[in-house]
């Protein structure tokens, strides 16, 4: 991918979630909320300080990460759709564990 986004911004694609409830009952799309889970793609550098120093993210590339059900904005990016949000739009990261 040749984005890199800008300071503490991040660029997440949501995961999809079941169509199916545990009982096998099938849930159409127009009934289904929006993914509030996703895959960090891309970060940027971080946040300058007072004194000019940089500040990292607490994120990278391949984390799982759950964020607001409004949180970002949505782009298309080479044909993809995907979410720029800052990171204090994520409320944590999901361990594989």
């Known amino acids: ?3 890199r986004p800008l300071h503490d911004r ?3 694609k949501r995961l999809e979630q079941e169509s ?3 009982g096998g009952i099938i849930i159409p799309d127009s009934a289904q ?3 509030i889970e996703g895959e960090v793609l891309a970060v940027g ?3 300058r300080d007072e004194s ?3 500040t990292p993210l607490d994120v990278k590339s391949g984390d799982r990460v759950i964020f607001g059900k409004w949180s970002g904005t949505e782009v298309k990016v080479e044909g993809e759709d995907l979410l720029i ?3 204090s739009d994520i409320f ?3 361990d594989a564990a």
Do not use: Y
């Open 52 to 54: 000019g120093a940089v």
């Open 10 to 12: 991040v660029l997440v």
């Open 45 to 47: 550098a971080g946040n």
């Open 33 to 35: 909320e929006k993914p």
């Open 85 to 87: 949000m800052k990171e």
């Open 20 to 22: 199916r409830t545990s």
């Open 1 to 3: 991918m040749k984005f």
């Open 92 to 94: 944590g990261i999901v």
